[in-house]
């Protein structure tokens, strides 16, 4: 029922202007996949590509060994949520999620059970006589979720479909999302820029940027080992200090604020020789160091209490400024102005070259790199 | 602050008041007045004129005729308009703007030229009967009920155009993707998908369209010939009794009433079982209509308009014929403008006078009451709205007779001036531009009303300074439509001039029914011109060349 997708070398074009040139990747069987990007980087574009609304100018698509460039995008057999749900609004919700039924000539009592079977599970069954302006925005998701899912769609394509929720909403719905997905066991293309949301929900991501794919990987590869600063920015918080690397008897050194020399022992070997690199120090990857220990100075500009963690802002001597996460203590917080001493985990810290194109750090996968050596 | 305040408020219920009376003296006596007349013979109640008309199928037969005609003429309006506008919003038409500039010009003219041009083209010595007959084709007559479904047809369905164009506007993208990827696409969606998420609007155009067609007179009146109509009915029962009493074509006007009440019911009973709201965040994008497909949808939709557009084209060639009385001969001349321009000298600046203080007074009163309707709602503005609607489901004819009943006789002496001409364009274009005054105003949020306020402005410097010119840009586009209408307007006029009081569409309609027709061809002309010239004025100033109703 489900199929794997590949793209190879997509290419789409509005006239001479070239959105995505030359893109590649691979989505498994039953596989939650999430395009990742900020507004505007053609995740959106991709999607559309796949669900035959969008021309496509180059490469070639497929849903198992069927190749489906110029396949019509009713015969795709994809379900898919948009990002405004697209409900019908003359059609009751019972209506709604029998139309792509009724479109397949089914019998009356197959439409009737499939109908009642995924208004069940989507939960909307009181609200089957409905009309759709009387739903609420998270009724209407999941509406929208069960008409797609009733086709037995191949493929689930969903396009930012928790935009229009509020924040509240949005978590509990990726949950549903998510669960759904675990429970119909689809192949599932999902398109958000919302980096947490992603994480969520994904088996894995590829995070987009500009027409072009930065990263395939599970949520936590992408957020322990960035390929590139790019990503290390995209996903999750963190500090970017521009240092550079010395090395000594074999030793690489990373040099912090105040000529402060820290040995970093997760350096691809081939890496280790004095260059220029930029620093991707995640809030939580720095600590506050006990009184008397050694470790980068620094002053505290304002400290935020969120409940669980303490946001502390400080800058360094040479006046760069870093953001720290400290899981709260019962003692009071840290005064505003106080110098503090910071040590640093360093066996989380990601390195780049100074381009911030490729990560120095050991143990990077990005599976983009399958998928680009495979053709 | 306190005295500031009840007193704006005074002002707002002072104009509440003004606007109810005027209703009551203009439009709420007149009506009671017919329907006193209708039952009133001699100083004694009486169905004497209801018994006439039911009494004879002469009468009876005009209703049916008049429902026959405007069923079939909103069926095929609907059938030309929807897949016209289906066509026009979902594909790459070339030349799409010429298109609609054209569609729109075929609903603004008024229909008994379409009627006078087509008996030129197809009637018995018409240009093509001819023409067709040499080559031994013989349309049938187009005298009658097909003459009249014809011209109907072709002048109403740009109504169903414009209305579905903007219904189709307000689809979002998404619901024809989400249709296609559950299986439905083509003509399946058209069906399916298409024409259910335009039915508000459909069920909205078709009574417009069936008003307009049961209340028209002039195309039954020229090309009708045996076949009358209803408002061909209460014209003559008027005409006939004029100087007399009127009981019977007050009987007849009343029915008249009834009958279009009923059917506005109706509809609002059927479009209220179908509504639902619809608001496109992406609108539809226009698709290259490629090979045999392409050329196909290019053919209709140009065939449509070419079809509706020849009577225009006709009509302005005519002007140019050289007559002999009342004869076209061979040549081209100018005499009939000459003729146009020094008889009936008073036509065109009548036109004018007549239609620009109409206008001004629709639009002044308009904006007040949709401010009372939309931001000061309560019982008496509620009444006011009421009011306001109920000229939109009288036929125009209707209202003249009403007019002329009420206001001959002194205290109210009017008949016979520019005055009643005015008041009765008033009455029958105003829920129109309420209508598009009241959507323009819902869309303005009361809150920048209030930060005015907040900041020290009185309510009605508010009201002058923030609102009205807020609403400036959808009041004038309406105003230009409205004013097009104005100049066109028959049915009533015809009741209510006299040679004084004398329009351009009347001065058309004057020659056409004496026969001169290079002379109506000359002013009917003149009057196209103006109505170009006031759809370009109205993409100008609305600064897009998409013209929604």
């Known amino acids: 029922m489900s199929v794997t997708i590949t793209i190879n070398d997509a290419v789409k074009k509005y006239g001479n202007n070239t959105i995505i040139t030359d893109l590649s990747l691979g989505i498994k069987e039953g596989e939650f996949f999430t395009l990742l990007g900020p507004s505007g980087c053609g995740k959106t574009t991709l999607l559309r590509m796949i669900a035959g609304f969008n021309s496509i100018e180059g490469g070639d698509f497929f849903f198992n060994d069927v190749r489906i460039n110029d396949m019509d995008p009713v015969k795709r057999n994809i379900g898919m949520v948009f990002q405004n749900y697209a409900i019908f609004p003359n059609l009751t919700v019972e209506k709604n999620v029998a139309f792509g039924l009724k479109n397949r000539k089914l019998s009356k009592e197959e439409i009737a059970s499939k109908t009642d079977q995924f208004l069940k599970l989507m939960k909307i069954e009181e609200y089957r006589d409905r009309m759709p302006e009387r739903l609420s925005g998270g009724q209407q998701q999941r509406v929208a979720l069960a008409r797609a899912l009733a086709i037995t769609p191949d493929v689930l394509l969903m396009d930012e479909p928790l935009s229009n929720l509020d924040a509240k909403l949005r978590v509990e719905m990726r949950t549903v999302i998510k669960e759904i997905q675990n429970t119909v066991g689809i192949t599932t293309v999902y398109v958000t820029h919302d980096q947490e949301e992603a994480m969520a929900v994904s088996d894995r991501i590829a995070v987009m940027n500009e027409g072009d794919i930065q990263q395939i990987g599970t949520p936590k590869d992408l957020y322990q080992r960035p390929a590139n600063l790019f990503v290390s920015t995209f996903i999750g918080r963190t500090n970017i200090l521009k240092s550079r690397l010395e090395v000594k008897e074999g030793n690489a050194y990373i040099i912090l604020p105040g000529n402060h020399k820290i040995l970093l022992e997760t350096l691809l070997e081939e890496e280790k020789k004095p260059q220029e690199i930029i620093l991707s120090i995640r809030p939580e990857e720095l600590f506050v160091q006990e009184a008397g220990k050694e470790g980068v100075k620094a002053v505290i500009d304002d400290a935020i209490f969120l409940g669980l963690n303490t946001h502390y802002f400080v800058h360094f001597e040479d006046g760069e400024k870093a953001e720290i996460i400290q899981e709260s203590q019962i003692d009071s917080i840290l005064e505003k102005g106080s110098t503090i001493s910071l040590g640093i985990k360093t066996y989380k810290i990601n390195v780049f070259d100074k381009d911030g194109k490729r990560n120095l750090i050991k143990g990077v996968k990005n599976d983009l790199d399958l998928y680009n050596g495979a053709k | ?549």
């Open chain 2, 1 to 549: 602050m306190v005295n500031g305040k009840s007193k704006n408020r005074d002002v707002w219920k002072l104009v509440s008041l003004l606007v109810i009376a005027m209703y009551g003296l203009l439009l709420i006596y007149p009506l009671c007045r017919l329907l006193k007349e209708a039952v009133i013979v001699n100083g004694h109640f009486s169905l004497e004129g209801f018994a006439t008309f039911f009494g004879q199928s002469y009468y009876v037969k005009s209703i049916l005729n008049s429902l026959k005609v405007s069923v079939s003429a909103t069926v095929i309006s609907l059938v030309i308009g929807v897949p016209l506008a289906y066509f026009y919003q979902m594909y790459e038409i070339k030349g799409k703007s010429l298109l609609q500039v054209l569609i729109i010009l075929c609903s603004m003219s008024a229909p008994f030229i379409g009627a006078y041009s087509w008996i030129v083209l197809l009637g018995r010595n018409g240009i093509f009967t001819q023409i067709l007959s040499k080559i031994g084709i013989h349309v049938g007559s187009i005298y009658g009920f097909n003459g009249i479904l014809l011209v109907l047809s072709l002048q109403l369905f740009p109504l169903v155009f414009l209305y579905l164009c903007g219904a189709l506007k307000n689809i979002d993208n998404s619901l024809l993707e989400a249709s296609v990827n559950m299986g439905c696409s083509g003509i399946k969606m058209f069906l399916k998908v298409v024409i259910p998420l335009c039915m508000p609007t459909i069920i909205a155009a078709s009574l417009l369209v069936f008003m307009r067609a049961f209340a028209d007179f002039g195309t039954p009146l020229l090309i009708g010939e045996g076949y009358k109509t209803f408002p061909v009915i209460i014209y003559d029962a008027y005409f006939a009794e004029t100087g007399g009493d009127h009981t019977f074509g007050a009987a007849v006007s009343v029915i008249g009433i009834v009958l279009t009440a009923g059917i506005f019911l109706f509809q609002n009973w059927v479009s209220n079982r179908h509504h639902f709201t619809m608001n496109a965040m992406h609108t539809i994008e226009r698709k290259q209509a490629h090979g045999i497909k392409g050329v196909l949808i290019h053919l209709y939709c140009w065939l449509v308009v070419a079809l509706s557009f020849m009577p225009q084209i006709y009509v302005i060639y005519s002007s140019f014929q050289k007559t002999s009385g009342k004869l076209f001969v061979k040549g081209y001349s100018l005499d009939s403008y000459k003729f146009a321009f020094t008889h009936l000298k008073k036509a065109i600046p009548n036109t004018f006078i007549i239609g620009l203080l109409a206008l001004a007074i629709v639009i002044i009163l308009a904006i007040l009451i949709a401010y009372l309707v939309v931001r000061r709602s309560n019982g008496m503005n509620k009444v006011i709205d009421t009011f306001s609607m109920i000229p939109y489901i009288i036929p125009g004819s209707v209202i003249g007779i009403a007019l002329v009943l009420s206001f001959s006789k002194r205290p109210f002496l009017l008949s016979g001036t520019m005055a009643i001409m005015i008041i009765a364009l008033v009455i029958r274009r105003i829920p129109y531009t309420i209508r598009s005054s009241v959507a323009v105003l819902q869309q303005i949020p009361i809150s920048i009303e209030e930060a005015a306020i907040s900041l020290g402005s009185s309510k009605m410097k508010t009201f002058f300074t923030i609102t009205v010119p807020m609403m400036g840009n959808g009041i004038i586009s309406g105003a230009i439509l409205s004013w097009v209408t104005i100049i066109t307007e028959l049915s009533t006029a015809v009741i209510l001039y006299n040679a004084r009081t004398i329009t351009l569409t009347l001065a058309v309609y004057t020659y056409v029914s004496r026969g001169s027709y290079g002379i109506a061809a000359a002013y009917a002309t003149i009057l196209t011109l103006t109505t170009i010239l006031s759809l370009l004025i109205y993409m100008k100033v609305t600064g897009n060349k998409e013209v929604t109703l």
